[in-house]
């Protein structure tokens, strides 16, 4: 018998209990498709409120009228850098933060999100694996999904022009950007030394379309809303360049500024369709406060 009522936020899952029992079977009740280590492991890390406060008792008595919260936004340790922003049985999504690479290079193994993260993951579950589904570039700060079974790894992978509904970025570009919105649409390749460019002919590698709609500017610098059609390696950081407008910050792809001591770019939402329950899912990382640091005052 259901005896709860639930109600859910981004942030938050709220059930309003109907009937008397205690808060570990409620959960697991509530949470069918979770296994019972990852109920379980909701209370070890203080994510479960009743009545707004912290409890990790599992046979601590709920009464009818009781509200019982998970909270899903997390925090890793501090010197991570990562919140945990949702987590299920098989998607991860986090707030990656600049300076931070995705995976393992040859230089640097252990300080990465997907390493952290491993480390989270298994930490509740000696037996949960961890998939990267897509990348952000080391100094690129925002949303990021991971899997959490191959299953779901694949079928983002695989169908990810039709599941991903939604991708936004806000990018601090150099320049006083005149036209106010517009497309970007060109082919990139791959140069030997990993540097991505950009070619006006047909076919001439990867197709890349990139909308922008300009949402400030001042005398040397624009605050740009990017949304991208494809996703290709570095596609905005290119097609910024091709602009004239390169990102703050990306010598690579020919900046001359540093104006706040980072890549002025940054994930701001992510949508998507579940891979196992087709619902939308909407995600989203507030702008960090330095890329309004060339208008203050403005």
Do not use: C
């Amino acid at each position: 018998m259901v005896n709860f009522k639930s109600k859910r936020s981004k942030e938050n899952t709220v059930f309003e209990v109907t009937e008397a029992e205690e808060l570990l079977p409620f959960l697991l009740q509530s949470f069918n498709n979770r296994s019972r280590n990852s109920v379980k492991s909701l209370l070890t890390r203080g994510q479960v409120y009743v009545n707004e406060r912290a409890q990790t008792q599992h046979n601590y008595g709920l009464k009818p009228g009781d509200k019982v919260m998970i909270r899903w936004v997390t925090t890793l340790p501090k010197e991570t850098g990562i919140t945990v922003i949702y987590e299920d049985e098989d998607v991860l999504i986090i707030d990656k933060p600049s300076g931070l690479l995705t995976i393992a290079t040859d230089k640097e193994r252990e300080r990465t999100a997907y390493h952290q993260l491993t480390t989270y993951i298994k930490n509740q579950d000696a037996r949960q694996r961890l998939f990267i589904v897509h990348r952000l570039d080391k100094e690129t700060s925002g949303v990021m999904m991971f899997a959490k079974s191959m299953r779901a790894k694949e079928r983002m992978q695989n169908e990810w022009r039709e599941r991903v509904t939604k991708r936004t970025y806000i990018a601090l570009v150099e320049g006083r950007v005149s036209q106010k919105q517009g497309t970007i649409t060109s082919w990139l390749q791959e140069t030997k030394t990993h540097r991505m460019y950009s070619s006006k002919k047909t076919g001439d590698g990867q197709k890349a379309i990139t909308h922008y709609k300009v949402l400030r500017t001042s005398g040397h610098y624009s605050l740009l809303e990017v949304h991208l059609e494809t996703g290709r390696k570095n596609q905005i950081r290119v097609h910024m360049q091709e602009m004239g407008h390169p990102i703050v910050g990306d010598k690579l792809y020919g900046a001359k500024t540093k104006a706040i001591g980072r890549l002025g770019l940054h994930a701001a939402v992510l949508a998507f369709k579940h891979p196992k329950t087709n619902q939308i899912k909407s995600f989203e990382s507030p702008v960090p406060e330095v890329f309004f640091k060339p208008f203050k005052g403005r």
